[in-house]
């Protein structure tokens, strides 16, 4: 595909329910990130993986959050045992290098109710 | 101190005002610098990458001072379309995001 692709762009569920978030990034890229974006807040990040390396997980706010990512393809966030302050959208982004500039997805709006 | 920093604004200004926004970053070692933009519920876009030897794009300048750890964007006769959150993002071992400097342009 030409760009990051993000599904599904819009997930509500109900509390205590896990979701998985999906993120498609650009073909050849070997840097892929995730952040969350609360309403009128700035990016927090979440974790990044960079090629076969181990991912960077410092940003996952708790242990009900993991993402996994299959080589320089697919990732996916999940998210257990959702909360209503994990409502918020999930951005994906992608770099063809560590130092290069990112390219994101148009982001999961998730909806805890 | 946050890694990156960046005065939240708003700023408000007139169509064909010059504004400047400045961003400090705490890393010296950090590697890569950019500018990105974002629309209201929309995800952030690159706007221009930010080189040492400063470097202009239409009537966006950015520039970078190492010495002194920060990054600036400068926008000559401001649009209304230039109405937007203006992002620093700074890479050092990962992109870090500053929380954005929203500006409006009015008529």
């Known amino acids: 595909g030409a760009g990051v692709s993000q599904s599904p762009s819009n997930k509500v569920t109900e509390k205590g329910k896990d979701v998985e978030l999906r993120c498609d990034p650009i073909?050849?890229?070997?840097?892929l990130y995730w952040y969350r974006q609360r309403l009128g807040q700035g990016l927090e990040f979440l974790i990044y993986f960079q090629g076969n390396s181990a991912p960077d997980k410092s940003g996952l706010p708790s242990d009900r959050f993991s993402a996994e990512r299959t080589g320089e393809s697919v990732s996916t966030l999940t998210i257990q045992r959702t909360q209503q302050e994990d409502s918020a959208v999930y951005l994906c982004?992608?770099?063809?290098?560590?130092?290069?500039?990112?390219?994101f997805g148009q982001g999961t709006r998730l909806t805890v109710v | 101190r946050k890694e990156v920093e960046q005065d939240p604004g708003p700023f408000n200004v007139p169509e064909g005002a010059t504004v400047a926004f400045n961003c400090t970053y705490s890393n010296s070692a950090s590697q890569s610098f950019f500018w990105y933009r974002q629309d209201c519920r929309k995800e952030p876009k690159l706007l221009m990458s930010v080189y040492s030897s400063g470097n202009e794009d239409g009537r966006f300048t950015a520039q970078l001072n190492r010495a002194s750890q920060y990054i600036s964007l400068l926008i000559r006769d401001s649009k209304l379309s230039d109405s937007a959150t203006y992002l620093c993002?700074?890479?050092?071992?990962?992109?870090?995001f500053g929380t954005g400097t929203r500006l409006q342009v009015f008529p």
């Open positions: 993002v700074v890479n050092t071992d990962k992109l870090i």
């Open positions: 073909s050849g890229h070997t840097a």
């Open positions: 982004a992608s770099t063809y290098r560590r130092e290069s500039e990112a390219f």
